[in-house]
């Protein structure tokens, strides 16, 4: 069975720093992975995902993902993270062979970017 | 500009009193997901509709229904609702051959 991990229940930053989430997967076969923020009563908003190609995967609001096979793991990353990147972040990761494009996701991680 | 509408954004409801929460859509997408999140945990999913078809959730429970009586619309039943139940129930589609999900804003249901 699929999964995914996001170890950190937390991460804080300064506005201004690297932001990285971390996040690893475990599915047979490859691997469709996605990225959602979810602000505050909000619902999950798409950020990037990793079908195939490059292993850089750039999104929306200037984040990227890196994808590693080797380590099974797709990091979200931010170069300068700002006050408004204060939000929660899922993983996820596509159930195979699921009708319908199930998704798994991660427990998630809370960022609290400090101006 | 909204695409996956979810109404209403709060309900409350009683003890065992019947509720409906409705989730609309402009995309035009295939498949339509419920899923229930509850205190920032990960949203879990419920059941979803491939076009008209209805796939529910091995451990989703009988209390939960869905209906769905066109592309647009779909519709989450709770029979009787109990305490347990309260938690942010989330709407979303997809076209069913891109793999993306798109999600509504969400309902905030309280079980008083």
């Known amino acids: 069975a699929q999964s995914v991990a996001q170890p950190e229940d937390q991460v804080n930053v300064a506005e201004g720093n690297p932001l990285t989430v971390k996040c690893t997967y475990s599915?047979?076969?490859?691997?469709?992975l996605f990225w959602y923020v979810q602000y505050p009563n909000r619902g999950l908003q798409f950020l990037l995902k990793?079908?195939?190609?490059?292993?850089l995967v750039k999104g929306s609001y200037g984040f990227e993902a890196e994808f590693n096979k080797s380590q099974t793991s797709f990091h979200l990353k931010k170069p300068s993270a700002l006050v408004s990147d204060s939000a929660l972040y899922f993983c996820?990761?596509?159930?195979?062979?699921?009708?319908?494009?199930?998704?798994?996701f991660g427990g998630g991680t809370r960022v609290l970017v400090k101006p | 500009d909204a695409m996956v509408i979810q109404n209403p954004r709060y309900q409350v409801t009683q003890f065992g009193k019947p509720v409906t929460l409705s989730c609309s859509q402009t995309?035009?997408?295939?498949?339509m997901y419920w899923y229930q999140q509850k205190s920032s945990q990960a949203p879990k999913l419920l059941f979803h509709y491939y076009d008209k078809d209805f796939n529910n959730e091995a451990d989703t429970p009988d209390n939960f229904q869905s209906r769905r009586p066109n592309t647009s619309f779909c519709f989450l039943d709770i029979r009787s609702p109990g305490l347990g139940d309260a938690a942010m129930y989330l709407c979303a589609t997809n076209t069913g051959k891109s793999y993306e999900q798109y999600f509504g804003p969400g309902t905030r249901l309280t079980v008083t």
């Open positions: 995309l035009n997408h295939n498949v």
């Open positions: 599915v047979s076969g490859n691997p469709y």
């Open positions: 990793y079908i195939t190609g490059d292993n």
């Open positions: 996820a990761v596509r159930v195979p062979g699921a009708a319908g494009n199930k998704l798994t």
